[in-house]
């Protein structure tokens, strides 16, 4: 069977995305089948179009009762507005759906920790993020996914507070419970790895790479580290991304259309840039 390139297939995929968008005045939908819709237009760069999708998903998700799936959409149009450079108008969905977080989903919690560091707002985010993990049992050394997270958190509210040598030093213990949970996952973990990168640990090995290219310190800066990571995260994503969403799926789209930048870059074509409309609500 001939395989085709990484773009011809992101290109088909695009396709079908914004025909089901056109589409979509005339259907109810179903949450799910929306919400991928819609992330698969945000990953396009195709802004607007992404942001209605996802606000049908949402309202679809409410109307279905599928609190996680309405999370989602959240997360992703707080995403989108980043994209658009609306920081504020990101944070305030944010904020809502952390209040409105069903019992055990601390995602968009997680997402809110790393739009405030971002803005170096580091005593709301190690508020948010305390609270969001606070009652969960030796959280940050047991070997579970809330550890893996509530570190991920840790570390980019230390990196906003300057502190880089502390970063790097939490994203490796992040680092190390993710691959026992990987090790943990005998029925799963041979089809959710691809060398060294695996579904547990692939956020957490993005995250030093970026760590590793933007660090001022020069024990931690290391443009040569970080293209390696980012080499190994090319060759592992098409896999790893394309495992079935589990109940609170990560968004990030920021930080995956750096990753699908590099994959472009990989297959010797361009990426086409985000269309992002003006005006922030």
């Known amino acids: 069977m001939t395989r085709l390139p990484r773009r011809a297939l992101f290109a088909a995929v695009v396709l079908v995305a ?16 929306l919400w991928r819709a819609g992330r698969t237009l945000a990953l396009s760069g195709q802004v607007d179009s992404a942001l209605r999708v996802l606000e049908q998903a949402g309202a679809a998700a409410r109307t279905a009762g599928d609190d996680a799936t309405e999370q989602a959409t959240r997360r992703g ?114 089809a959710h790895a691809v060398g060294e990168i695996t579904h547990e640990n692939a956020w957490v090995v993005f995250d030093l790479a970026q760590l590793r290219l933007t660090a001022k310190s020069p024990g931690i800066r290391s443009p040569r580290e970080h293209a390696r990571i980012m080499s190994n995260l090319v060759t592992a994503w098409p896999t790893l991304d394309g495992l079935p969403d589990d109940g609170f799926p990560i968004t990030r789209f920021a930080d995956r259309l750096v990753i699908r930048a590099a994959l472009c870059a990989a297959d010797g074509s361009a990426c086409p840039t985000p269309i992002v409309a003006k005006g922030c609500p």
């Open 18 to 33: 914004s025909a089901f968008a056109r589409d979509l005045a005339a259907q109810s939908g179903d949450a799910v089948v």
């Open 77 to 190: 149009r707080a995403d989108l507005w980043m994209l658009r450079g609306c920081a504020d108008s990101a944070a305030r969905i944010l904020r809502e759906a952390v209040a409105m977080a069903p019992p055990g989903d601390r995602s968009s919690a997680d997402a809110l920790v790393r739009l405030l560091a971002s803005r170096k707002a580091v005593a709301e985010a190690r508020t948010v993020l305390v609270k969001a993990y606070g009652n969960v049992p030796s959280v940050g050394t047991t070997t579970t996914r809330e550890s893996v997270a509530f570190l991920q958190g840790m570390a980019a509210v230390e990196l906003a507070g300057g502190q880089e040598s502390a970063a790097m030093a939490t994203l490796n213990s992040a680092l190390a419970l993710a691959v026992r949970l990987h090790e943990g996952d005998v029925n799963e973990r041979s």
